[in-house]
């Protein structure tokens, strides 16, 4: 494991999804400004049950397997809802055209209705939140702090860390008790101090003013003032000295290394919108509120039986199936949710000038969709 990867991992971790999970009130928990890496882990001991550290992550092994709850049965009714009235078919698209800056009112004032037909679309949703771990070095500058390397460490699974909140992304970092051993810091050769970089260990360098030549530029030539001719100036990085305080272990010479345990939860979410095949565009959908008509936690749901339309029953079947394959031997399955929202849709057809055309009115706010409107400016068609 290189000392780049350490880096971008740490940075991860601290620039991550703000949860509660960062305030750090625990003890255990790692302090995020060190900015200290860990020695190549060929340096480390071995620390029985953390033999291989690594970004992959640690199954879940000491688990019993979950068992799901009972089948969820739909309640027993139906949920057909009837069409729109045509009064409010016409006030929607009403409203929609005058939206348009070159859709012309007319067609909406005089369209004949010929028929309302409402398309029940459901929208199953499934959320698995998850809990996943990893392992890796990671070190502070000693000072003196408590070494806790004797006794044994406890398993990566068994460490106890509160979830933050349920259904929310969110990632934390503890420190592995029992784990923690000092050794001399790899950056410096526990010296505390590293070579500056700007001066290459001089204490000076070239002088800005004269370019390094110890006079002016100007025509009468004189002595530079800035180095006093000598071309050269105190270095502003390490103010002369040749070295800088080592940034790894903050000139202590000395690390504090332990295993942090890195906890990561992650929201998963499945959904499928079962569309009556309208020619609506369900894209349109996303942005849409529905009526709720089921709300199932636990932590395992057991697939939707018994809705009235089967479809949602196997949507439902195929996203549990789907999440367990997916998730069940990588994270710790911590809470499950599915849900149904019923999207309203009514397709409407009309006549305007002896020809049929098609809008959609959805959703509880009642949107307008059409793609045939019969009066659009020229500009509008070529869009
Ligand atoms: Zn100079
Ligand atoms: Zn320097
Ligand atoms: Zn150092």
């Avoid at 500058?141 to 992304?169: E, H, T």
């Avoid at 025509?219 to 180095?227: I, K, V």
């Avoid at 499950?336 to 019923?342: K, N």
């Avoid at 049929?356 to 009642?366: K, L, N, P, R, S």
Wanted: net charge neutral; glycine share 8%; charged share 20%.
């Amino acid at each position: 494991m290189d000392r780049t990867h350490l880096l971008s991992d740490q940075d991860e971790v601290h620039s991550g999804p703000s949860c509660p999970g960062e305030s750090y009130a625990d003890p255990n928990t790692v302090p995020g400004d060190h900015g200290a890496t860990a020695p190549p882990a060929d340096l480390m001991p071995v620390v029985p049950g953390y033999e291989s550290l690594g970004p992959n992550v640690i199954p879940p092994s000491d688990f019993g397997s979950a068992q799901p709850q009972a089948p969820y049965r739909a309640p027993e009714r139906r949920f057909d809802i009837p069409a729109i009235s045509e009064e409010l078919a016409q006030e929607a698209f009403t409203k929609y055209v005058s939206s348009k800056c070159c859709y012309g009112s007319k067609p909406a004032r005089e369209m004949v209705f010929t028929d309302l037909q409402s398309l029940n679309t459901y929208r199953y949703r499934l959320e698995t939140f998850t809990e996943s771990r990893t392992t890796e070095w990671d070190s502070e500058p000693y000072n003196g702090q408590v070494v806790d390397g004797f006794g044994v460490a406890p398993g990566p699974w068994s460490i106890p860390v509160p979830i933050p909140s349920l259904f929310k992304d969110c990632e934390k970092a503890v420190r592995v008790p029992h784990t923690s051993t000092v050794k001399g810091c790899h950056s410096c050769l526990n010296l505390g101090r590293s070579a500056c970089g700007r001066c290459v260990n001089s204490g000076r360098t070239r002088c800005g003013s004269c370019s390094g030549t110890g006079w002016t530029q100007s025509s009468d030539r004189q002595r530079c003032m800035m180095c006093r001719g000598s071309g050269m100036i105190k270095c502003h990085s390490c103010g002369g000295v040749g070295s800088i305080t080592c940034k790894t272990c903050k000139g202590q010479g000395k690390l504090l290394c332990f295993i942090k345990l890195k906890v990561t939860w992650k929201n998963n979410i499945h959904v499928a919108v079962i569309d009556k095949r309208s020619g609506f565009p369900v894209e349109y959908l996303d942005q849409i509120a529905g009526e709720k008509l089921l709300t199932d936690m636990a932590s395992m749901v057991y697939p939707v039986v018994g809705f009235p339309d089967s479809s949602v029953n196997a949507a439902s079947e195929s996203a549990v199936r789907e999440h367990q394959a997916q998730f069940s031997t990588t994270c710790h399955i911590l809470q499950q949710r599915q849900t149904i929202e019923l999207i309203p849709i009514t397709r409407v057809h009309y006549t305007w000038n002896e020809k049929t055309y098609i809008y959609f009115v959805y959703g509880i706010e009642h949107k307008v969709y059409t793609k045939d409107y019969p009066a659009k400016c020229c500009c509008c068609s070529i869009l």
